[in-house]
């Protein structure tokens, strides 16, 4: 199969004069099944009704193919890709990072939206990081008073995850 324009390693499927197997099953584009024939006869009927034959299932033996407009199957698949890629967006992790020297208001601005997006469905993971000479305790004190925040929503951990000199937790909303 040949790539699509795009760089994307997507495979096309063979329409009309490249598909390469000698027999085919062929469909209609109104769902018909006219049965296993030369795919010469199968390209004919194509361009009788002024439509494609285009390769749908590669692998069966005889591969199956379908009598269809090509343009209009690739704007499908097109269509079919951007909402899903739209759909997958909604569940995006978002992760607040937070200092043990932070000051109250950014605390309070960093909580305020963790909270939109937990209301909104999407994960959240709270971090705590430390640099130079700040102290585990001090981090875990401020970290502590922060969770205090997310009380009606769940953890995907069951405790504080420490990796290093950070330390995170991950919430999500709860279910009813």
Known sequence: ???????????????????????????????ENLGAMQTADALEKAKEVGLDLVEVGPNAKPPVCKI????????????????????????????????????????????????????KGHPVRISMYRRGRQSREQAEKVLNEILTNFDEYSSIEPTLKKD???MYITFYKKNG
């Open 164 to 166: 290093g000199r950070n």
């Open 1 to 31: 199969m040949g790539y699509n324009k795009s760089n994307k390693k997507e495979k096309e499927p063979y329409k009309n004069e490249r598909i390469w197997a000698k027999e085919v099953m062929v469909i209609t584009d109104n769902g």
């Open 68 to 119: 269809m407009d090509y343009s209009k199957y690739v704007y499908r698949q097109k269509k079919k890709q951007r909402k899903n890629r739209s759909n997958s967006k909604q569940k995006d992790m978002k992760e607040f990072k937070f200092s043990p020297v932070i000051d109250v208001g950014d605390i309070n601005t960093r909580v305020r939206r963790a909270t939109e997006y937990l209301e």
